[in-house]
């Protein structure tokens, strides 16, 4: 099951995306999943339906997710979720938590899931960042943007009983962690002494990180605090980032949903298919393959254009003026080639 390219919003009740029951290896990316009234992803297990009660292998990457949670849940929800990877996902302005790894309707705890590069910013009523509940062994939490803008709850909180295998360094985190299901609150340097987050660092503010802060989340320049700050650990499951970036670009991995240092119009071709993509004013060059479908992405990833290639030449007006993310895919829906353009007057 592929889930992908969807925008959904609004859901005056429950979720963007429901994932449920004893099905095995979804994929769920590229999804845009706002202003919904429960979690933005929902990945539920849930045993009484039969089976065994757990969604195994599950990857969930790419999404951008946020204003979601007014009545509780999180930004990606997970009961039941095992064997799964999460990563290059963008959450911010969620009013729950960011990523909850959990069981209450699945067959069993959420376990062995590696929580990969995502950039997660809580909204000041939020609860925590990344949340893992009892029992739920063997999660992994490497290069990610933890900010939680509450003024007691912060970046992980994990139950003392999910601790064993639990492995979490290089993030940048707001300096409020929890080893026991927020019993106990410690600051960076006492979850260190626990032995967790080494190589991590408490977060420097939003201004000297992001672009614009709210609305664009790509590093602000090349000396922002999360470029070539990650491990290179995540290197079997993170190839490339949110905008299909290859990973790394300088000297290591940036922590985040995004790779940092990319030129205006930088262009990366990932198959060798010979497209071409530029901006001129507010005009979208662009030689691709006949069939190919071009989108192009504000930097809050709404869709602002959407063409079919005619396998010639085309010069495409763009509604906006500013930076966008441009992509092309096959018809298969594989992506072929992803830039980061600037339009202007």
Do not use: K
């Not at 939020?126 to 509450?150: K, P, Y």
């Not at 090349?222 to 499951?237: E, I, K, L, R, Y």
């Not at 905008?243 to 922590?255: N, V």
């Amino acid at each position: 099951m592929i889930i992908e390219h969807n925008v959904c919003s609004g859901s005056e009740d429950e979720h963007g995306i429901y994932f449920s029951n004893s099905a095995d290896d979804p994929i769920i990316r590229y999804n845009h999943c706002f202003d919904n009234n429960g979690n933005g992803i929902h990945m539920n297990g849930d045993e009484s339906m039969g089976g065994d009660g757990l969604i195994s292998n599950a990857q969930v990457y790419g999404n951008t997710i946020h204003g979601n949670g007014a009545a509780g849940g999180s930004g990606i929800n997970c009961d039941g979720v095992v064997g799964s990877v999460f990563f290059n996902n963008l959450l911010y302005d969620n009013h729950a938590s960011g990523i909850s790894l959990y069981r209450i309707d699945g067959g069993g705890p959420s376990r062995n899931n590696r929580v990969y590069n995502n950039t997660i910013v809580n909204a000041s009523e939020a609860r925590w960042c990344v949340n893992i509940t009892d029992d739920c062994t063997g999660n992994q939490v490497l290069n990610n943007i933890l900010i939680n803008q509450h003024p007691w709850r912060g970046s992980i909180v994990i139950a003392a009983s999910a601790l064993p295998g639990f492995v979490s360094d290089h993030n940048l985190v707001t300096g409020r962690l929890s080893p026991d299901g927020d019993e106990t609150i410690l600051d960076l340097a006492g979850w260190q002494a626990l032995g967790y987050d080494a190589n991590s660092a408490v977060v420097d503010a939003q201004s000297a990180l992001f672009v614009s802060p709210g609305t664009d989340f790509h590093p602000v320049d090349a000396a922002a605090q999360m470029v070539d700050a990650g491990t290179s650990a995540v290197n079997d499951v993170v190839t490339d980032d949110l905008d299909g970036m290859p990973r790394p670009l300088g000297s290591g991995f940036d922590i985040g949903c995004y790779e940092g240092g990319l030129a205006t119009a930088l262009h990366a071709d990932r198959t060798g298919a010979g497209i071409l993509l530029r901006a001129e004013g507010r005009v979208l060059v662009l030689d691709a393959p006949a069939g190919a479908r071009t989108i192009v992405l504000d930097p809050s990833g709404r869709l602002v254009l959407t063409a079919s290639s005619s396998g010639a030449w085309q010069r495409l007006p763009v509604p906006l003026s500013g930076p966008a993310l441009v992509c092309v895919y096959d018809g298969s829906g594989e992506r072929l080639a992803v830039a980061r353009l600037l339009f202007l007057e």
